[in-house]
């Protein structure tokens, strides 16, 4: 799972992200010889990350990340096609117009096409990264006509037999009608969701009968289920439902056998032998498509916490797919932030307090939480679905069984997190919509750490904690499940950031960081998330949804107490918090609920619980939020270019140091990235 906060709240934070400790000195040294911001077009605004003290990394540990980080970007292509059937022709007839295009380059409807390419890289293809909706070109399509002509044709992705006008006419519909493919993911209550949604996960089957077929494979009582469906494309053939592996040899087999190549030079270098052990059985699985071996190789991953180099590689988030089951590939490479990581070591060794302590129905807490390892992360590259929109926070596994018996990894990216940071100070967000000067002060004073130990507890205790009741089915929940999921771990860290225990254990010295995170997350909640969305549109995304409805509901339940109040002022909206250890008691209340709705598998509540309080928008409040936020001129979404890694090499060619550069140029690196990293074919 992971956490996206960052694009919910601390870029939204506005001035004020300062650190609290003595960091910031040094860091407002760095920040003026480094622009982090490299491109804005759309919605989107482009950062770089830096990689702090990289070169301090031993020779051994670099030369292992840079076969980790290459075997990170050669899925590229798997994501793109995932996304979308016809991604992959349509980014490569792009890269062949912005190599080769013999016309004017200096036209508005040249510039527009640029925006729209860019957009499409951004997001992987050509439906939003967030919202899922198809792109509208902000060109006309006989200038998209014109584009293709004026290229040279034998770098168009053309199928055996086809001109470049007959690539014209099958591509323009794609892009340019607004019914066809609208949605990539569409959970729109009522509707197929298989055959409303226009990614690849499913071809010629309906809902009805990809559930029939997933019902049917699942034993209810095995202890260890396997992830049904994960690494597969369900198709029909001959009429029956079937299923194609993602695999070495099967469908994704080009990319995939890049990747094996890069993890086996990684194997080489590990850190440890049980690492290497661990690689052996990733290797093994994208071989294979076992899923099998896929839970073996996680429950040694988990298991394999403390080391200075990690990854994540693989088939995992399962978001993308209205079912769940299907995951998107995507990779990490990472090393320890050993300082940083001490806070979260706090926060791991407390795990069983938080756990006993909970509000939650004893019988639905964890006798002995298991091995929640946590550490704060550089990141040293990003790739597929975690590029270039990144997590704040990532906790793996993600299959329950493994989870309660082997524990999970969970993570907080810092060099991610302070890029974002650093960019959205100055931004005028908090003045805009923070209720009153002691609410922007508390944010400015502690804004910086109540996220960081908010994102800390989400990943490495809330997400840890609960168990389900026996017999429950794991996916009984279906679409409603990711929502459910984020709003159990965001609760659980809000209840306990306001418990006397944090300061008890060091972690704050008074409770302000958390009435700065109350603040926070009912301003986002309730009115400033919603920039995201376009009039008349509803709620989809599973953060999204997940902070609506915990502000909505808690909003809700503390109205005769008037914990939460809505303020009108000059015509704009304001909420303010008038009982913070009230409001504490209603996340408490709440996540007791959203843990029982879990742990019985109890689909109707939570339905009801998500579509009453998550999912809407008052259109008038809607509208007045997007006027205000349209004066501050900033991008409501942001993602990352990665850097660029040199191998130096001796004479007999063995790796000594792998050089760093930041990369400022983000259509150059993905066209870059189109030239090396693409193996899969067009159609
Ligand atoms: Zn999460």
Same mark, same amino acid.
């Given at each position: 799972?992971?956490?996206?906060?960052?694009?919910g709240?601390?870029?939204?934070m506005?001035t004020?992200?300062?650190?609290s400790c @003595?960091?910031?000195?040094?860091?407002?040294?760095?920040?003026?010889e480094?622009?982090?911001?490299?491109?804005r077009?759309g919605?989107?605004?482009?950062?770089k990350?830096r990689?702090?003290?990289?070169e301090?990394?031993t020779?051994?540990?670099?030369?292992f990340?840079?076969?980790?980080?290459?075997?990170?970007?050669c899925g590229?292509?798997?994501f793109?096609?995932?996304?979308?059937?016809?991604n992959?022709?349509?980014r490569?007839?792009?890269?062949?117009?912005?190599?080769?295009y013999?016309?004017?380059?200096e036209?508005d409807?040249y510039?527009a /096409?640029i925006?729209?390419?860019?957009?499409?890289?951004f997001?992987?293809g050509?439906? %939003?990264?967030?919202s899922?909706?198809?792109?509208? #070109?902000?060109?006309?399509?006989?200038?998209?006509?014109?584009?293709?002509?004026?290229?040279?044709v034998?770098?168009l992705?053309?199928k055996? @037999?086809q001109?470049?006008d007959?690539?014209?006419e099958v591509?323009?519909p794609?892009l340019?009608d607004?019914?066809?493919?609208?949605?990539?993911?569409?959970?729109?209550?009522g509707?197929?969701?298989i055959?409303?949604?226009?990614?690849?996960?499913?071809?010629?089957?309906?809902?009805?009968?990809?559930?029939?077929?997933?019902a049917?494979?699942?034993d209810?009582?095995?202890?260890?289920p396997?992830?049904?469906?994960l690494?597969?494309?369900v198709?029909?053939?001959?009429g029956?439902?079937?299923e194609i592996?993602?695999?070495?040899?099967?469908?994704y087999?080009?990319?995939?056998?890049?990747?094996?190549?890069?993890?086996?030079?990684?194997?080489?270098?590990?850190?440890?032998d049980t690492?290497?052990?661990?690689?052996d059985?990733l290797?093994?699985?994208?071989?294979?498509?076992?899923?099998?071996?896929?839970d073996?190789?996680n429950v040694?991953?988990?298991?394999?916490?403390?080391?200075?180099?990690d990854?994540i590689n693989?088939?995992?988030?399962t978001?993308?797919?209205?079912?769940?089951?299907?995951a998107?590939?995507?990779?990490?490479v990472d090393?320890?932030?050993?300082?940083?990581?001490?806070r979260?070591g706090?926060i791991?060794e407390?795990a069983?307090?938080?756990?006993? %302590?909970?509000?939650?129905?004893?019988?639905?807490?964890?006798?002995?939480?298991?091995g929640?390892?946590?550490?704060?992360?550089?990141v040293?590259m990003l790739?597929?679905?975690?590029y270039?929109?990144?997590?704040?926070?990532?906790n793996?596994?993600?299959?329950n069984w493994i989870r309660?018996?082997?524990?999970s990894k969970?993570v907080?990216?810092a060099?991610i997190?302070?890029?974002k940071d650093i960019v959205?100070?100055?931004?005028?967000f908090?003045?805009?919509?923070? /209720?009153?000067?002691a609410?922007?002060?508390?944010?400015?004073k502690?804004g910086?750490l109540?996220d960081a130990l908010?994102?800390d507890? %989400?990943?490495c205790?809330?997400?840890?904690?609960g168990?389900l009741?026996?017999?429950?089915?794991?996916?009984?929940?279906?679409?409603?499940?990711?929502?459910?999921?984020?709003?159990?771990?965001?609760?659980?860290?809000?209840?306990f950031?306001m418990?006397?225990?944090?300061?008890?254990i060091?972690l704050?010295?008074?409770?302000?960081?958390a009435?700065?995170q109350?603040?926070?997350y009912i301003?986002? @909640?309730?009115?400033?998330q919603?920039?995201r969305i376009?009039?008349?549109?509803?709620?989809e995304q599973?953060?999204?949804?997940?902070?609506?409805s915990?502000?909505?509901w808690?909003y809700?339940?503390?109205?005769n107490?008037n914990?939460?109040?809505v303020?009108k002022?000059d015509?704009?909206t304001y909420?303010?918090?008038n009982?913070?250890?009230?409001l504490?008691i209603?996340?408490?209340?709440?996540?007791?609920e959203?843990q029982?709705?879990?742990?019985e598998?109890?689909?109707?509540?939570?339905?009801?619980?998500?579509?009453?309080?998550?999912?809407?928008?008052d259109?008038?409040?809607?509208k007045?939020i997007?006027a205000?936020y349209?004066?501050?001129?900033?991008?409501?979404?942001s993602g990352f270019?990665n850097?660029?890694?040199? #191998?130096?090499?001796?004479s007999?060619?063995?790796?000594?140091?792998?050089?760093?550069?930041?990369?400022?140029d983000f259509?150059?690196q993905m066209?870059?990235?189109?030239?090396?990293y693409s193996?899969?074919?067009?159609w």
């Amino acid at each position: 799972m992971k956490k996206y906060l960052l694009i919910g709240t601390i870029a939204f934070m506005g001035t004020a992200m300062f650190t609290s400790c @003595g960091q910031a000195d040094r860091k407002a040294a760095e920040e003026s010889e480094f622009t982090y911001e490299v491109d804005r077009f759309g919605d989107i605004s482009v950062l770089k990350y830096r990689l702090p003290a990289f070169e301090q990394l031993t020779a051994g540990e670099k030369e292992f990340i840079y076969y980790l980080s290459e075997a990170a970007l050669c899925g590229r292509d798997i994501f793109w096609d995932q996304n979308f059937k016809y991604n992959l022709a349509i980014r490569k007839t792009i890269e062949a117009i912005i190599d080769t295009y013999n016309g004017d380059r200096e036209s508005d409807d040249y510039k527009a /096409f640029i925006t729209y390419a860019k957009r499409v890289f951004f997001a992987n293809g050509i439906h %939003h990264h967030y919202s899922n909706d198809k792109f509208v #070109p902000g060109f006309s399509s006989d200038y998209f006509a014109s584009l293709i002509r004026g290229s040279d044709v034998s770098r168009l992705p053309l199928k055996e @037999g086809q001109s470049a006008d007959q690539l014209t006419e099958v591509l323009t519909p794609i892009l340019f009608d607004p019914s066809l493919y609208a949605k990539k993911v569409d959970q729109s209550e009522g509707t197929d969701m298989i055959t409303a949604s226009a990614n690849n996960f499913y071809e010629g089957v309906t809902q009805v009968e990809a559930e029939a077929y997933y019902a049917a494979l699942a034993d209810p009582e095995d202890p260890r289920p396997v992830s049904w469906g994960l690494n597969t494309k369900v198709v029909k053939s001959d009429g029956k439902v079937t299923e194609i592996p993602w695999k070495s040899g099967g469908m994704y087999g080009p990319a995939i056998d890049k990747i094996i190549f890069w993890l086996e030079k990684a194997r080489n270098v590990a850190m440890s032998d049980t690492q290497k052990k661990e690689l052996d059985l990733l290797i093994d699985y994208y071989r294979t498509a076992d899923l099998k071996t896929w839970d073996d190789y996680n429950v040694l991953w988990a298991g394999n916490t403390d080391l200075s180099v990690d990854y994540i590689n693989g088939f995992i988030e399962t978001y993308g797919d209205p079912l769940g089951m299907k995951a998107t590939w995507e990779s990490v490479v990472d090393y320890k932030d050993t300082e940083a990581s001490k806070r979260t070591g706090v926060i791991t060794e407390n795990a069983q307090w938080f756990e006993d %302590h909970s509000p939650v129905d004893p019988q639905y807490r964890k006798e002995k939480v298991t091995g929640v390892a946590a550490s704060v992360i550089n990141v040293a590259m990003l790739g597929g679905d975690c590029y270039p929109a990144s997590p704040l926070g990532i906790n793996l596994p993600n299959s329950n069984w493994i989870r309660a018996e082997a524990g999970s990894k969970s993570v907080t990216l810092a060099n991610i997190t302070d890029a974002k940071d650093i960019v959205a100070r100055g931004s005028g967000f908090l003045e805009e919509f923070a /209720f009153d000067q002691a609410e922007i002060d508390r944010a400015v004073k502690w804004g910086s750490l109540s996220d960081a130990l908010h994102t800390d507890m %989400h990943e490495c205790i809330g997400h840890a904690s609960g168990k389900l009741a026996p017999g429950t089915d794991p996916n009984a929940l279906k679409n409603y499940a990711s929502p459910l999921e984020e709003m159990r771990a965001d609760l659980f860290a809000l209840y306990f950031m306001m418990d006397p225990k944090m300061t008890e254990i060091g972690l704050m010295t008074s409770d302000e960081p958390a009435k700065a995170q109350y603040d926070n997350y009912i301003r986002n @909640g309730f009115l400033t998330q919603i920039v995201r969305i376009l009039p008349g549109k509803d709620i989809e995304q599973a953060h999204m949804r997940c902070r609506s409805s915990i502000a909505h509901w808690v909003y809700e339940k503390g109205k005769n107490d008037n914990v939460i109040e809505v303020v009108k002022r000059d015509g704009k909206t304001y909420v303010r918090i008038n009982d913070y250890q009230k409001l504490r008691i209603l996340f408490g209340d709440m996540l007791k609920e959203v843990q029982r709705i879990k742990s019985e598998g109890d689909f109707a509540a939570g339905k009801n619980m998500i579509e009453n309080y998550g999912v809407r928008i008052d259109q008038d409040l809607h509208k007045e939020i997007l006027a205000r936020y349209a004066g501050l001129n900033l991008a409501p979404y942001s993602g990352f270019v990665n850097p660029v890694m040199t #191998p130096v090499t001796d004479s007999d060619g063995r790796i000594t140091d792998v050089k760093i550069e930041y990369c400022s140029d983000f259509l150059g690196q993905m066209m870059d990235y189109g030239r090396k990293y693409s193996f899969l074919p067009a159609w």
